[in-house]
């Protein structure tokens, strides 16, 4: 029996995602579109001896083409015909959620209508007459609960049917008001059309997308023969307002699809007292923080058990080592194996903790509802940068963790927004950035002077934030991306545990895989570099590199120490005090980066020896550079899994490891002319 191919189609939040993830489990794959950015899920599952693979196509409202992810999906359709399209709509915004259904009108292929969410339609007091609606599309409606196992069954059964070629979805009522409203021409463009398929496409749908202004399904017809191309140009330049008249086509042919088959409690637009003050200016912006603070820390709670295994790999560095020195092995593979690799993998691994817990819960947050609330509020502010209001989670996940932030810039359905996001929610620094900069600038200027740095560096990342927004946003954003946020507030649904948990490992374990390579090939390069023979840092590398090129980065501000810190930042913003406190003690940078712990650094000894080597300007200008510095290789890592773009990370990286120069290099110069 050969294998079914299965594509799900649906808007974002109807549940598509939830019933692919309980159909294929761990058997699935995150890759990205050839040629594209997009993200591409695929997957599969075997019942009864048949084996289903199937693909999650990308959440979209429509199959316009006005978007990477709206032409991935009319790509993939045309291109590989899978066996069955199953169209997921949300049941309890049915007249929204099937205009998905009247853009797919007109593709020739067999397909299903899954109506998901139906136990939240029927707390909302719907009856949705779904035999009905089937006799009126022609083809098998479903009732569904993506969380609910039971509901699987009768999808299963639906799988086996010999009758699945035949299931085409009856179009008549559509076409008829297609007709109605656009009279001759759509008769002459049929014609012209020579009522033939382009690809999968009808003449019918052609029609719309051409009177839409579709300029892909344009390039479609233009390089197809047979088509009287002169006579289509002349109809379809007579046509004006086409998008709202088909529609208007659309819309009425779902209202004549749910009349008779919905009945009970019709759905309410009025807010409830708690989404009023949910989705007020100020009462909302505070409470809205106070959610993403209160699941930022949730999240870290969530990722402790695998930050915990972290943290124990370190441990069986030093048996390890005695295990392979008494083994004869060289003292430099050791050095490498237990402190470099090691270190990378404890790293990796904690680092993944934070990515399960943020995409955990921050998928809560957009799984029961709220998530939408907290873009519609901050909606304005975000419009300032170019942005969307949903790309202030980021922003403000970034307080926590950059990975984290990063993991929760996929909220953003453009591509364009979320690496722009990213680009920019990268001025905020994690927050260990603050245990290093509240230690030195302590040290230094008191606990008076390090409130007014505090304060210096808020008033540099805003101008950074600007100068930022200006390069990449002149890049990456076009006109069309930079419009306003047009959204439905969601009802609030209940969290569907299984499917969060899932997804989370799933995401966790794809990050991990894309990371230790990276992670690994940095340590393994900083303990080359920081090992000598005699045991003595002085006698490494590092040292003497650092020495020869410290009359050129003294220009920046920075002695060798500082510069061996900056550099180990990469790492994590944590290293920075273990690189500080290796060069002071003549330890090994790997063996001192591992202490990811502020705590557990010998914080005195790296005061003492910091005030003894710096002066003022010289501080000032690392705590500069130290927190102006590009994010950590895992925060990196995270934004090419969400971006699929190396380049575009590479460059944001560029950018910031620049400007973290320039801005210490200003900094100092201008102290050395106070001290």
Known sequence: MSDMTIALLGQPNSGKSTLYNRMTGSHQHVGNWPGKTVEKNEGSFTHNGRRYIITDLPGTYSLAANSDEEIVTRDYIADNRPDLMMIVADSSQLERSLFMLADYAGIHLPCVLILNLMDVSRTQGKLID???????????????????????????????????PEWMLDTSGLEQNIREKFGESYTAACEALSGEDVDVYSPMWLFTKLAEGDEVAYEAVVQTKGIDHARLRDVMDSIENGAPKTGSCKYAWIDSLLEGCVGGAKSSAALSGFDKFATSGVGGKILAVAVIFGALLFSLFAGLPIMAVGDLIPGAGEP???MLLEAGASPFLVSLLCEGILTAVSFTVSMCGYIFGATFVFGLLEDVGYMARISYCFDGIMQKLGLHGKAVMPFLVNFGCNVSGCSSSRVLDNWSQRVTTVALAFVIPCGATWGVVGMISTAFFGTGGAMLIVLALFAVSVLHLYFTSKIFGRRLLTKSDRTGLIMELPPYHKPKWGSLFSF???????????????VVLIS?????????????????????????????????GLRWQTFVAWIASWMGKEGALGALAAVFS????????????????????????????????????????????????MSLSAAIHETHSVKWVLRIAIHYTVMALVISCLVYHLADLVW
């Open 586 to 633: 003549d330890s090994s940078v790997m063996s001192a980066v591992s202490q990811m712990n502020v705590a557990e650094a010998d914080s005195d000894a790296v005061r003492e020896g910091l005030t003894e080597v710096l002066t003022k300007p010289q501080a000032l200008a690392f705590i500069f550079a130290y927190y102006f510095n590009m994010p950590c290789i």
């Open 524 to 556: 393994v390069v900083l303990c080359i570099l920081s090992y000598s023979k005699s045991g003595n840092f002085s006698d490494s590398i590092l040292y003497k590199f650092g020495n020869a090129i410290e009359p050129v980065t003294i220009y920046f």
């Open 504 to 518: 989370s490992v799933v995401r966790m374990v794809n990050a991990f895989r894309r990371a230790i390579g990276i």
């Open 320 to 322: 390890l080592s005695e």
């Open 130 to 164: 779904t035999d009905g609606l089937s006799k009126k599309l022609g083809i098998p409606v479903l009732p569904f609960v993506a969380s609910d196992p039971a509901s699987y069954n009768a999808l299963y059964k639906l799988l086996e049917s010999g009758d699945i």
